[in-house]
Nanobody, 127 residues
Framework: EVQLVESGGGSVQSGGSLKLSCAAS????????MAWFRQVPGKEREGVAA???????LYADSVKGRFTISQDSAKNTLYLQMDSLKPEDTAMYYC?????????????????????WGQGTQVTVSS
C-alpha cells in the first residue's frame, strides 16, 4: 500500500524557519516524482515546489529564494526547507507523488497530475 506521511509542521514567528519531511512507504522515490502543495481552508490547493523527471526543480513565485525542496531516495524521504517564513505561508502542507517522467514545467505545480497524497502537516506563521 502506497503511503505518504508528512511531519515537521508547527507554529513559528515571521522570519523563522521550519523543515518539513515526507516519509514514503509502499514504493521508492526512484520510480516517482515528488512535490509539495499547500492549502488554506476555502481555497484551491497550491503547488509550492516540485521535481521534474530529471530532478530539475520548480518553485512557486511566492516562495522562490525562501524554500528548498530536496529528497533522499535511500531513505524514501522528501524534504521542504522553509526559511524567512511569512504569515501568508500559513497553510496545511501536503506531499504528493506522480509516476516519474518529464512533463511541461507549467504542469509540475498542478495537483491534477499527482495521484498519491499525504494527510498534511499544519504550518502557522504569526507576525
Amino acid at each position: 500500500e502506497v503511503q505518504l506521511v508528512e511531519s515537521g509542521g508547527g507554529s513559528v514567528q515571521s522570519g523563522g524557519s521550519l523543515k518539513l519531511s515526507c516519509a514514503a512507504s509502499g514504493f521508492t522515490y526512484d520510480g516517482y516524482s515528488m512535490a509539495w502543495f499547500r492549502q488554506v481552508p476555502g481555497k484551491e490547493r497550491e503547488g509550492v515546489a516540485a521535481f521534474n523527471g530529471d530532478l530539475s526543480t520548480l518553485y512557486a513565485d511566492s516562495v522562490k529564494g525562501r524554500f528548498t525542496i530536496s529528497q533522499d531516495s535511500a531513505k524514501n524521504t522528501l524534504y521542504l526547507q522553509m526559511d524567512s517564513l511569512k504569515p501568508e505561508d500559513t497553510a496545511m502542507y501536503y506531499c504528493a507523488a506522480r509516476n516519474r517522467g518529464l512533463i511541461h514545467w507549467r504542469a509540475l505545480l498542478q495537483s491534477q497530475f499527482y495521484n498519491n497524497w499525504g494527510q498534511g502537516t499544519q504550518v502557522t506563521v504569526s507576525s
